[in-house]
């Protein structure tokens, strides 16, 4: 089983990264009244609390959390936490799949795939009446539920890289995925690494040139001795529009 729990590093600078343009996407994608679905292959808990001995050990949300400072008020991932908050305490701190509900209507759906027992049962307690919760392998979850009812949406690729073998498989994943639901938005997120492990797979997934393809990353110091992220990256296919200026604009918060 995997050991991997997020608690330790949540809101962290990529959580930074990866929520605010995921927030930004799904901000453009309410703007039609169109319903929509969201996917999510590797969920975590959905929630956290950043005043636990687990997220005080690392100290990765106090680096975070001068970033949060950085961006507008009206940004659509300030707006989001600071409702998160007024609900939950002023220590929580959303996952995406609590984020991607805050900004998500009544008639949107969520899929979200979790296999870690402990994090797939605070997950449900989370995320009940507000999400269908799969206590399964994500990319078999996606594979299973796509193409969704609604068929416009996004699925969010999250996965912890705990597994060296995820650099490997995840573009063949992808490209199954896509193929079965060409008009999905497919968001993976990748840790910057020293030594840039992502590399060969980054360079899969452009070599296949699938549309509206975005690359998006940016750079930080090392959170603490030792650690390894530089870094965090985000690769979209079937970006939305705006998504270019949204990266943009997130990127100088970064600068």
Same mark, same amino acid.
């Given at each position: ?12 600078p ?16 309410t !703007? ?11 969920a975590g808990r ?29 940004? +659509? ?30 008639? =949107?759906?969520l ?19 507000k ?5 399964? =392998? ?9 193409? +969704?009812?609604?068929?416009r ?13 995820d650099?490997?498989?995840? +573009? ?10 060409? !008009? ?5 997120w990748?840790p ?15 070599s296949?040139?699938?549309?509206g393809?975005?690359?998006?990353? $940016?750079?930080?110091?090392? $959170?603490? =001795?030792?650690h390894?992220?530089v ?19 997130i990127?100088? !918060?970064f600068?």
């Open positions: 089983m995997l050991s991997y729990q997020h608690i330790y590093h949540a809101a962290n990529a959580d930074v990264h990866k929520h605010a343009l995921l927030a930004a996407m799904l901000d453009y994608l !703007v039609k009244p169109k319903p929509l679905t969201y996917l999510e292959t590797h959905g929630l956290y609390r950043l005043d636990t001995p687990e997220a005080l050990k690392t100290g990765e949300a106090v680096a975070g959390s001068r970033l949060l400072d950085r961006i507008a008020p009206d940004h +659509p991932y300030i707006r989001a936490l600071s409702a998160i908050r007024a609900e939950h305490g002023t220590t929580a701190y959303p996952g995406s799949p609590l984020l991607a509900s805050t900004l998500l209507r009544k008639g =949107d759906r899929h979200l795939a979790e296999l870690h027992p402990q994090e797939f049962a605070a997950l449900s307690e989370t995320m009940t009446h999400a269908k919760c799969h206590p399964q =392998d994500g990319f078999a979850m996606a594979q299973k539920v796509c193409p +969704p009812e609604p068929r949406g996004m699925v969010l690729i999250d996965p912890s890289y705990e597994l060296k073998s650099y490997e498989t995840i +573009p063949a994943h992808i490209l199954k995925l896509h193929r079965k639901w060409n !008009v999905g938005i497919i968001a993976l990748y910057i690494l020293e030594g840039g492990p992502h590399g060969p797979m980054l360079g899969k997934l452009e296949v040139g699938l549309s393809a975005l690359r998006h990353e $940016v750079s930080f110091p090392p $959170v603490r =001795d030792g390894r992220m870094g965090s990256g985000l690769f979209i296919f079937n970006a939305p529009y705006g998504t270019h200026d949204a990266a943009k604009a990127s100088q !918060v600068a």
